[in-house]
């Protein structure tokens, strides 16, 4: 079946420090890949989407590639700020027949970015 | 503007007891998803409808139901047969036209147990 695996966090960073945050599927067929975004105490925000291999998703300074041929959608930014300090989901919506706008989450990955 | 609302925000649950969370959207949207979130679990998906008067289970739907008589509508009864059912409760939509359609969430209701 379908499944996301994130890496492991908490993450903590200094504003201004790089983030990856890994995030790697297995799927059959041709899946989209999404990142959320979710803030304390609320719901999840789309962050950046991808529908086909080598597309790159990119919103707020954040960016990630769809690799199939590693099976990734690593999420990037270059200069983290304080404000970016929420919890991060890979997702990856289920290909075909009924299964169309269901989605797969990863188990999130808590980032922390300190001034 | 259009998006989803969730109520309550909080909500407790006394033993033996069904509560229901709401979810109202006015994206006019066809889709509508219930999933529970956990410390350190991720998502993971309770019930799923596509259309009006017709919905799914999702992964975890033992001690939960769901209506749909109203598209903009989707409410969730945690039952009594639920027996942990602490959590974070979040409500999403989505359009049904293939699967590159993100889905758009609520706030969500944070149910503890009395």
């Known amino acids: 079946g379908n499944s996301v695996t994130q890496m492991e966090g908490p993450v903590t960073l200094s504003e201004e420090a790089f983030l990856t945050i890994n995030c790697t599927y297995t799927?059959?067929?041709?899946?989209?890949l999404f990142w959320y975004v979710q803030y304390p105490g609320e719901g999840l925000q789309l962050l950046l989407k991808a529908t086909k291999a080598d597309d790159k998703g990119s919103n707020k300074g954040f960016e990630a590639t769809y690799r199939k041929e590693t099976t990734s959608f690593h999420l990037e930014k270059g200069s983290v700020q304080v404000s970016d300090s929420a919890v991060y989901f890979c997702?990856?919506?289920?290909?075909?027949?009924?299964?169309?706008?269901?989605?797969?989450f990863g188990q999130g990955t808590i980032l922390t970015v300190h001034p | 503007d259009g998006g989803i609302t969730q109520s309550p925000k909080y909500l407790f649950r006394k033993e033996g007891q069904n509560v229901t969370l709401s979810c109202e959207q006015n994206?006019?949207?066809?889709?509508m998803y219930w999933y529970r979130q956990d410390p350190g679990q991720g998502l993971r998906l309770i019930y799923y409808s596509q259309i009006v008067n017709d919905f799914q289970k999702g992964d975890i739907a033992e001690g939960y139901s769901v209506s749909r008589e109203k598209k903009e509508s989707f409410p969730l009864t945690v039952t009594s047969a639920q027996k942990n059912p602490t959590a974070f409760y979040l409500c999403a939509s989505s359009t049904r036209q293939g699967t590159n359609q993100p889905q758009h969430f609520g706030d969500g209701t944070r149910l503890s147990i009395l």
């Open positions: 997702a990856l919506g289920r290909a075909g027949g009924t299964s169309y706008g269901k989605l797969t």
């Open positions: 799927a059959t067929g041709y899946p989209s």
């Open positions: 994206l006019n949207h066809d889709a």
